[in-house]
């Protein structure tokens, strides 16, 4: 093809596809997604402070005042066993001169039978207040979830991390503050202490 024919041609489809551009019919706009007040940005990928959630949410303030509450009664307990003991080992040792070597060493053998039975209990009970914690912080974010993923949804994000497993983020991506306020508003502080709390134990006599 000569090369005037080829920019004629050349033109002519040029000319022809403008027309079709300008006669096509334009797909009108989607209308804006208008994001919750709270909701500034939009990002695939958020993160919260996974600590800062709990602790921060009324929630997890009323089940670290109850955990708290328990450890304190228990080390109170603790040391008004620990006086008795302590009083009841003198008393032993007093006796001993007093005593047949026998006697002495069935009451000494009773005696670490009951402060290990003792101390095996408070063991115990230390254990089962940390689980209750545990146990309420499980059912948090059980609890959380399905904020979390509201929040996932208005702000187009497909994952929210842990902020102790980023090296670096923007303020705006995470949502601690924003996921704390609707938690509360959802659940508020109910079940934090579900199980109920022991009675004080009594020293022994």
Known sequence: MAGGAWRAAAAAAFAASAAWSQDAPVPPASPPVQPPA????????????????????????????????????????NRTLERALEEEERDLTERRATLPADEFQTLSAAFDTKVEGIRTARDA?????TRRFDEDRQRFLQAAIPVLAQIM??????????????VVNLEAIDVTEIAIARIDAAIGDSGAVPVPRDPPAEAPP
């Open 38 to 77: 709270d909701v500034q940005v939009r990002s695939p990928v958020l993160v919260i402070r996974r600590d800062a959630l709990f602790e921060g949410s009324a929630f997890g303030k009323a089940s670290r005042a109850g955990y708290e509450a328990d450890s304190q009664a228990l080390i109170a307990e």
């Open 153 to 166: 949804a208005e702000f187009g994000a497909t994952v929210i991390l842990d902020q102790q497993t980023v």
């Open 125 to 129: 009970k230390s254990r089962d207040i």
